[in-house]
Every structure is written in C-alpha cells, then in structure tokens.
C-alpha cells in the first residue's frame, strides 16, 4: 500500500529552501519509500517510527515519522554538521 506524504511546517521550509539537485535527489528516495517506508538500517534510535534518508554526497539527512493512518510526515531537513540536524529533530519531536 501506497503511503501519503505530508509535512511539518518548518521541515517544509527546510524542504523549499533545498538546492534543486538535492531536492531531485531526495524526491527520487522519497517515491521508494512511500511504498516501502520501513527500513530497518534506516531507523533513527531513540525514536518511535522514525527513520532517515542520507544523501551522503551532499552531506545533507531527512528524518520522517511513520503514522497510524498510512502517511509519512517529513520532520527536518538539513545538513549533517556534528548531528546537528538530530539535535534539531529531538526539539521538534
């Protein structure tokens, strides 16, 4: 079954404010995972339904919350600099 996608308001902002090559390249990662959205080596720790998308090359993570009614809401988007992104995500959660 195919997931819906949805987004917290300020991961959108991260979202819009992306270089377009990124944006391409998470989209591609996105349309996989809307119909498989669990992978297990993905899931962040400490996190309930919580897993993530590296884009190693450009350095940059998204992190989205599985929910009960078949959709995924993206959390945060933004550069890996010392976890940063993962600390911005514990506040958000």
């Known amino acids: 079954m195919r997931y819906k996608l949805k987004f917290d308001e ?7 404010e992306l270089d377009n090559a990124v944006r391409l390249q998470f989209k591609k990662k996105l349309q996989e995972r809307l ?28 992190a989205y919350k599985i929910n009960k009614d078949k959709s995924m809401t993206v959390l945060i988007v933004g550069k890996r600099e010392k976890s940063e992104v993962y600390k911005m995500l514990e506040k958000r959660i």
Do not use: M, Q, S
Not at 10 to 16: G, H, P, Q, S, Y
Not at 50 to 59: A, D, N, Q, S, T
């Open 35 to 62: 119909n498989e959205p669990v992978v297990e080596k993905d899931r962040l720790r400490g996190f309930t339904n919580v897993f993530k998308i590296k884009l190693k090359k450009w350095g940059y993570r998204l």
């Open 10 to 16: 300020k991961a959108l902002r991260e979202w819009n």
